[in-house]
């Protein structure tokens, strides 16, 4: 499935939702479902600066397609991460770098964060694309 595609999913999920609450408690599922990442990649190396929470992430390139986990000690943290993931694991590094990222807009997720954990999304976001970049270089 393409990213649009997967971003369209999740916005048509969050709209089920009556209220903040109901989202919130989605997000800690989603965290729930989150492939995690091996031990042996949560370290500085793979942590995301930036975030209030930890937050590892780690990419590897199958296929020519970038396949990502994740981890947070955080419950919140922990689903913002698995939605960023599923948006965009197991796609090119191309259509990454190209993808639009106002999904997160539409499902209002920035203005119902913190602004620490706002400019933690916003940091993740920049670590997904920076994989892109560095594995689309390898590829060219």
């Not at 020519?64 to 991460?81: M, P, Q, R």
């Not at 670590?127 to 892109?132: F, M, V």
Request: aromatic content about 10%; charged content about 25%.
């Amino acid at each position: 499935m393409k990213i649009k595609e997967i971003q369209e999913e999740i916005i048509d999920e969050f709209a089920m939702f009556e209220d903040w609450m109901q989202r919130y408690e989605y997000m800690i599922e989603l965290g729930k479902l989150l492939p995690l990442i091996d031990e042996q990649y949560k370290t500085e190396d793979y942590i995301i600066k930036g975030c209030q929470s930890k937050v590892w992430v780690h990419a590897k390139l199958e296929s020519d397609k970038l396949i990502f986990t994740a981890d947070s000690d955080a419950i919140i943290t922990k689903g913002i991460i698995a939605i960023l993931i599923r948006a965009f694991s197991n796609q090119t590094p191309q259509d990454i770098i190209n993808a639009d990222t106002a999904f997160i807009d539409e499902i209002g997720l920035k203005e119902h964060l913190s602004p620490t954990r706002a400019n933690g999304l916003v940091s993740m976001l920049k670590q997904i694309k920076l994989y892109a970049i560095a594995y689309q270089t390898q590829i060219e």
